[in-house]
């Protein structure tokens, strides 16, 4: 497969050529870097992208395949560009639900972690009791 190898396909009933691409990508700003793949198939059918999977399905053939059509190479390239737009996109969604439900659980953490407590009050230590044994204990009381 390798520049322009010849392998057997046992699985398709038509020829076709298989390019690889690799790109590097960016992510959340420039915060997340990482490397996007993809395979494109180009028959007479015109270019897609297949899974990787499909490489267990070919076996090395003999000779060499020689250079790829100028026109599939060029079908491969597009739709190569239009994979990574679609990959791109899928991921900032990803993304973007993800931030979504992150911040409203992270609004709703405080009251969570409050809800077992009987009295919130500011200065408060105990459901309050603190403020009756004060008022219980002055000298005042009786005036």
């Not at 009933?13 to 494109?40: H, M, N, P």
Request: aromatic fraction near 6%.
């Amino acid at each position: 497969m390798f520049r322009g190898g010849t392998l057997i396909d046992e699985t398709s009933a038509t020829d076709y050529d298989l390019f690889c691409y690799r790109s590097d990508v960016s992510e959340a700003a420039g915060k997340r870097k990482g490397t996007w793949s993809c395979l494109i198939r180009v028959d007479t059918a015109g270019a897609r992208p297949v899974r990787w999977e499909m490489l267990a399905n070919l076996r090395p053939g003999a000779g060499s395949a020689g250079p790829p059509h100028p026109a599939r190479v060029n079908d491969a390239q597009s739709r190569a560009t239009i994979a990574a737009s679609e990959e791109q996109e899928r991921r900032a969604r990803a993304l973007n639900a993800w931030l979504t439900v992150a911040d409203r659980e992270l609004k709703r953490l405080p009251d969570q972690l409050t809800d077992g407590i009987r009295d919130r009050s500011p200065g408060s230590r105990n459901a309050g009791g603190w403020k009756r044994r004060q008022r219980a204990d002055s000298p005042d009381l009786g005036k």
